[in-house]
């Protein structure tokens, strides 16, 4: 499977849909307006965009369940309260990020995981900032 | 002005941005295969490993300095260049894709005064949008513009970014750029060059241009003109049609079986003629070859050149005639590991006249062949295909390191807790 992110080929929903009819044609047809592209949507900057797995349930109060598909835009900064994809110590991590008095919290939302407070010799970067989940329902 | 700019360490810098414990440490990429080296990390570098270096020649000392090695993954590094130059994109109009890890650009709407910026401005929305660092030089040719980009990457006051506009800055760089380092200079040519006491990119652009003309043909004496600040080789905006098409790789393991051997070729073959329909192009001659490996003792090759009888780009045609010229060259008891197929004087088929004794059936063949091509593009290359390529698989490339397909498969994606 080639699909993701894609430039050029784009996935289309149809918005007014007729079916086939051999007799009178639909006056509908004339009306049909161009479909709905989710990627348009979704994916402000394609090039700066990739896809990340959500793994655990330290999100979940932000509506982020293990096994979602978190879009992430690199090209975006992240601001104060952003939801963020951050390398901590060699491991990635998904929280929410609180600047607060010159200290940085990864904060997550759920009370049974710890939140994750940045001291000066930890190895942290923020790797993208967290636009969309997409959850199975 | 024009400025080049490139991946740093390109599949190395690609694997770190989905692997973050990779950083600070040597790290290699093997060529397909797993031959030997073709990126390394700096850390690499320092430890004394080399390009090309074959990979048993390092397997030794991976355990004592933690060095991390992973197979060609082309899925990745593909979509992460073709990231690169949609980001650079906003900077310019104008962008040649150069190689994998390779672009330039034109900057003439920026003003001298502004390059500076201007560059930096590229390298650090390069990295935060797709996390690739890079290396960027700028300068009135794309000779001097690579010039400076080698410069940019080796100098700790520029630290990957430098512009040269000034002369006697570029006088500077030029002095500073070894012969050999030189855009188009080959082995060969430094050699020459250096026996007749030109060291340096400066003397280079000192020589007399009937000196240059007479020894290094009218390439040299442009290279020495762009040197000058004179642009001779323009951004080649659209991709000229191609002259040849090559497809060869070692096997997994060496193989001595005919049967083997042709199931490879074969394989080579359909890809290679997919190719020349891609871009609408036919063939009537080919070139087929056979080599035992480099690195071992009585090295033993040898090829054989076809002519068909009319150009095609029909893939049964060349298995056809590919097999009997394969019988020809092929010896038994030799362990082979690398065989491919060239495929040369490439002609429009649309300039191409019929044949007065053509009695194909082009319709049904064109009808045939692009039928296979549709299935093949919408269910993944090799979905169906002609019988030959079946026989057997025993000479598949080793990829036994490769990394995750990162960015184009949605099973294969980093993990965030």
Same mark, same amino acid.
Request: charged letters at 25%.
């Given at each position: 499977m080639h699909c993701l992110p894609s430039f050029e080929k784009k996935l289309y929903l149809p918005f007014a849909f007729n079916s086939v009819c051999a007799g009178f044609p639909s006056p509908a047809t004339d009306y049909m307006d161009k479909k709905i592209d989710l990627n348009e949507f979704i994916v402000k900057h394609p090039a700066a965009t990739f896809y990340v797995r959500a793994e655990g349930n330290s999100m979940l109060g932000a509506g982020i369940h293990s096994g979602d598909l978190l879009v992430v835009d690199r090209s975006l900064k992240a601001v104060n309260g952003s939801i963020i994809v951050a390398i901590v110590d060699g491991e990635f991590t998904v929280k929410r990020l609180c600047l607060k008095n010159n200290s940085i919290v990864l904060q997550a939302?759920?009370?049974?995981y710890k939140s994750i407070v940045i001291i000066d010799n930890m190895d942290f970067e923020i790797w993208g900032v967290v636009t969309t989940v997409i959850h199975s329902v | 002005m024009i400025s080049l700019i490139d991946g740093n360490n390109f599949y190395v810098s690609c694997e770190r941005v989905f692997n973050p414990? #990779?950083?600070?440490k040597p790290v290699v990429v093997l060529s397909n295969n797993d031959g030997c080296v073709v990126s390394r990390s700096d850390e690499a570098k320092k430890l004394g490993i080399k390009m090309g270096q074959p990979f048993f020649e390092i397997k030794p000392f991976i355990k004592k300095h933690d060095i991390k090695y992973f197979s060609s993954n082309y899925s990745l590094y593909g979509d992460m260049s073709a990231r690169i130059i949609k980001t650079l994109e906003q900077f310019s109009p104008e962008i040649e894709m150069y190689s994998i890890d390779e672009a330039f650009i034109d900057l %003439? !709407?920026? %003003?001298q005064e502004k390059l500076h910026e201007f560059g930096w401005k590229i390298k650090n929305t390069v990295y935060q949008h797709t996390g690739i660092p890079c290396g960027i030089g700028i300068s009135f040719t794309k000779s001097l513009a690579k010039v400076a980009n080698k410069i940019a990457k080796k100098s700790a006051k520029a630290k990957g970014v430098l512009a040269l506009y000034e002369q006697s800055h570029i006088t500077e760089a030029l002095k500073r750029t070894e012969i050999g380092d030189? &855009?188009? /200079?080959?082995r060969k040519y430094a050699k020459k060059l250096k026996e007749n006491g030109v060291n340096s990119a400066l003397e280079y652009r000192n020589l007399e241009i009937d000196w240059l003309r007479k020894n290094l043909t009218i390439n040299g004496v442009h290279l020495a003109q762009e040197l000058h600040g004179? %642009?001779? #080789? *323009? #951004?080649?905006l659209f991709h000229e049609p191609k002259k040849s098409i090559t497809v060869s790789r070692s096997f997994g393991r060496a193989q001595s079986d005919f049967n083997d051997i042709f199931s490879a070729l074969a394989n080579h073959t359909a890809v290679a003629c997919r190719k020349l329909r891609q871009e609408g192009l036919e063939a009537q001659y080919f070139c087929i070859y056979l080599a035992t490996s480099? !690195?071992?003792? $009585?090295f033993f090759s040898d090829s054989i050149n076809i002519r068909l009888p009319y150009y095609t780009s029909f893939t049964p045609e060349y298995l056809k005639y590919g097999l009997i010229a394969l019988k020809k060259i092929f010896k038994e008891n030799k362990m082979y590991k690398k065989c491919g197929i060239l495929l040369f004087d490439l002609k429009s088929k649309s300039t191409l006249p019929s044949h007065l004794f053509d009695f194909r059936n082009l319709e049904q063949e064109n009808a045939l062949i692009s039928t296979i091509d549709q299935i093949n593009n919408r269910n993944g290359a090799s979905s169906i295909n002609f019988a *030959? #390529?079946? /026989? $057997?698989? $025993? &000479?598949t490339p080793q990829r036994a390191h490769v990394s995750k397909k990162y960015t184009t498969n949605l099973n294969e994606l980093i993990l965030a807790r």
């Open positions: 939302e759920n009370d049974l | 414990k #990779l950083r600070n %003439s !709407h920026v %003003s030189l &855009w188009g /200079i080959g004179i %642009s001779c #080789l *323009d #951004l080649e480099y !690195h071992k003792e $009585n *030959d #390529l079946f /026989i $057997n698989k $025993n &000479w």
